[in-house]
């Protein structure tokens, strides 16, 4: 079974192992960025916002969050990830602008990964670029992913715990606050 976790528990996991997080987490993951997101029912004016956590880190469940997808197959024999919004994808991206079944992952003997567009989805871009249905194309670490509304970052293993190290270090600097300047 294919793992979404909240960014704020990665961060508060990221803390608590420092130099192990890299050991507990070795997979690539994709981040559903911050953003404002599109609630798929019949009213227009559904509509919410993701952001990064900025309360206090006891409490590190705020109102609004990212969500972190690990790329990993398991041992259910899959050897694509699909996502998109209908429930029987492995992620769900429950966005109104995002199609029921809108493009499949796939990964390559060196553990990185490609990304395809499906058919029956709608528009997607890696990198700016729009993925044609059919042609798989590989995700490079840092790479944006844009389908509708929702924007995704793929990360490698290393790039994922320097992201999640620095979100941690900002955290930490906001929740003590300014620091004085020297004299």
């Avoid at 528990?9 to 130099?19: I, S």
């Avoid at 969050?65 to 996502?83: I, N, Y």
């Avoid at 209908?86 to 602008?97: E, G, L, M, P, Q």
Wanted: glycine share 8%; net charge neutral; charged share 20%.
């Amino acid at each position: 079974m294919a793992r979404s976790l909240l960014l704020s528990l990665l961060v508060r996991q990221h803390l608590a192992l420092k130099e192990k997080f890299r050991v507990r987490y070795p997979h690539c993951w994709l981040v559903w960025e911050a953003g404002v997101w599109n609630v798929p029912e019949n009213s227009e004016q559904n509509h919410g916002t993701t952001r990064l956590p900025t309360s206090d880190l006891r409490d590190c469940l705020p109102s609004g969050d990212a969500m972190c997808f690990e790329l990993a197959l398991g041992t259910s024999g899959r050897d694509v990830l699909s996502l998109g919004r209908a429930s029987h994808n492995v992620f769900v991206i429950n966005d109104a602008t995002v199609s029921r079944e809108h493009l499949v992952l796939r990964p390559l003997p060196e553990g990185s990964w490609t990304v395809e567009a499906l058919a029956q989805g709608g528009p997607a871009t890696l990198g700016g670029k729009l993925l044609r249905p059919g042609e798989p194309t590989p995700m490079e670490s840092g790479m944006q992913l844009q389908l509708g509304d929702v924007r995704l970052t793929f990360h490698d293993a290393d790039s994922f715990s320097t992201r999640m190290g620095h979100t941690a270090a900002l955290l930490l600097a906001q929740q003590r606050g300014p620091r004085e300047s020297p004299a």
